[in-house]
């Protein structure tokens, strides 16, 4: 596979926080957006850059799931996604958690941003992810590995009802089984430990064998 | 409160064994229900209470929950039943697991008997309850108690999206904030230890105070 | 493979319900064990039989790991147990929970039945399983197998922190690192879906790549 | 209760870093610490301070709690504890995890620093908290408040073994029982949403009535 790690975070602009908007505690509740220059969560992309070499970023994942009417895992969707340096690579949804926002509401949003608006993702009640993924800049420590940053990692299996139409560089959702999720050839096709978040995934859901 | 438990599973007349059907890994993927003399699972009234007399049974419990737009719970739903001595009590989804039956499928099937055809539940992905309650005869050894057997039952919380029917023997649903689900006052109605059963379902969504 | 599923619970002699006590609530709180003729949850062959084709069963799971001073998983207990019909299988702890026992307790005598008196296990604090698994006699409907029975088990993850010395059947403990526990060598060698079993747990602390 | 919320994280002096060392993928597989000016995780205090305006920070938490031989939660640890204001409250072990450092790692170290090196604490191999605590610095959004930032933290319960001898400014451990813990008393002595907390960890060990 590629020499660089996947760019675990490519829809996360930071200079779309006065479009999007962040307020404290924003989200679903969230009043009208404030400009950068009132929002210190907005972040440069050198002050970005900055803070990643001081600090672990917090980030949620997502593994979108169809289940059936008794809410077993049927699908497992599989986004294609283009790299900043045009690689083509496996993903899951993934993402920054920005100051002032809910692990709840980044989760919505990046979920948004990946599968499109008429996803209807169903997010779990609780609040505990199935896995807490730790990515380091040095590859080995644990099963995952991003050479930008320290990243730490809340997954979560996310049932999604509605049509995904991804946005921004999420190319594709390919909608898998278990076993195609699970497998060695869709492992190779993922990086920075990705296949081994999709099979913990699918081990929380009792879909793996 | 009453001096006689609740009995915990009251929907759960194993006489309808063969209307409803049950047959080996039944539910979604059933196969015609068998009659009662072809069902080995079907277990007479005298049978079930020799049963419950030597082995623990094997019980579902559903704590039924509205939740908003991100997922955060914001109601709980308590049933209103009448136990068979005809006193009034407040409960939730509770029954037995039958023979060749899934959980799953006994989790839809009690949600199913006790808020009626149109409560659409969102049964879960994952596999594993938020808690693992065990009902003694003998009051004291846990927080929960069942006079009429040794019961260990699998707790959910489970989103129900439609509209609730009781039917059977649950009188009505009623829908309470997290705050009037964890207060002493709503516990004083609970028998066998349901209201501690309520307390751990709201902590589990992060919905306790 | 043989063609018999395993016996998931060959330590679980019913006829030594007497000497091994299980009184109602016992395990560490436990009074003298009572006789036979006085415990409705001693079970005879026929009894037992009986039940198992009534009634889901239900059992206990456990598998050993050994941790390093951080809680990190290093190793996993295999057990190579012979089956009733000779054959030898690998296998992890498995047993059922009696009439009157605590899941806890259950865990602990079928831990000290397999590992032997001095393996210390660690029962964890919290009462949920990382799985429940659902053994049914017709194989293929969920991915575990069991011809004798319909079982459901509350499987766990337990650290050992003594000596093992396999009592009874368990011929033997054999530990091995994540990846040799989760490889399909192993799998083949297991039975009954023990194997995703393994490899659930695995996922569960964070050791499944 | 006073008006200031607690310093969550008394124990995280950050001038430290050099002095306890943490190099990427520290801990117990740390090479010798580095000096501060090799070690870009070190952050001066107006630095941490600026990205505590900026950035979610990333936390650890730990209920401490002792364990019969069964695992079962008999008591909980609570800090008292001196605010930097002198103010004296309860609290639980709490802290950042810095850059370069495992969420295990952190949690050990906050632990050793809070109770002392003789406690020897047992850390779960599962990497799941049993909640995710979101503070933010304007009340009321979640039950957790911090006024001089937005920290999410990852908290566990953890079984001590030792002797707790509190380091720094935790003035002592007091333990209690479950039902103490969980008392409205108690939480009148918490800040900052720590008495929710506690009664979660309680929930999740099956010791909440």
Redesign the interface.
């Known amino acids: 596979m590629a020499v660089r790690t996947p760019d675990p975070d490519p829809a996360d602009r930071d200079d779309d926080g006065a479009r999007r908007g962040n307020p ?2 924003a ?2 509740f969230s009043s009208p957006a404030p400009r950068n220059a009132a929002n ?2 907005w ?1 440069s992309d050198v ?1 970005l850059a900055e ?1 990643r ?6 980030y949620v994942e997502a593994v979108p ?1 169809r ?7 049927t699908q497992v969707g599989v986004l294609l996604r283009a790299t900043p340096l045009g690689e083509i690579t496996r993903s899951i949804v993934s993402g920054r ?9 980044a989760l ?1 949003r990046h979920l948004e941003n990946d599968l499109g608006p008429m996803a209807f993702p ?11 993924a ?1 990515y ?3 590859p080995g ?3 995952f590995h991003d050479d930008r940053q ?1 990243a ?1 990692s ?1 997954a979560f ?1 996310v ?1 999604v009802t509605g049509t995904c139409e991804p946005r921004q560089d999420a190319l594709e959702v390919t909608w898998m089984s278990p076993e195609e999720a699970a497998s060695d050839t869709l492992a190779a096709e993922m990086e920075g430990g990705r296949s ?1 978040l999709v ?2 995934a ?5 879909a ?2």
């Open positions: 404290l505690g989200g679903s210190p969560g972040l002050e803070a070499r001081r600090l672990p970023i917090l799931v289940t059936d009417g008794m809410g077993q895992v958690v920005r100051y002032g926002e809910t692990v709840r509401d919505f169903l997010l779990p009640p609780q609040p505990v992810p199935f896995t807490v730790e380091f800049p040095m420590l644990t099963a320290h730490v809340l299996v049932p081994t099979r913990q699918l081990a929380s859901v009792g793996l064998r």
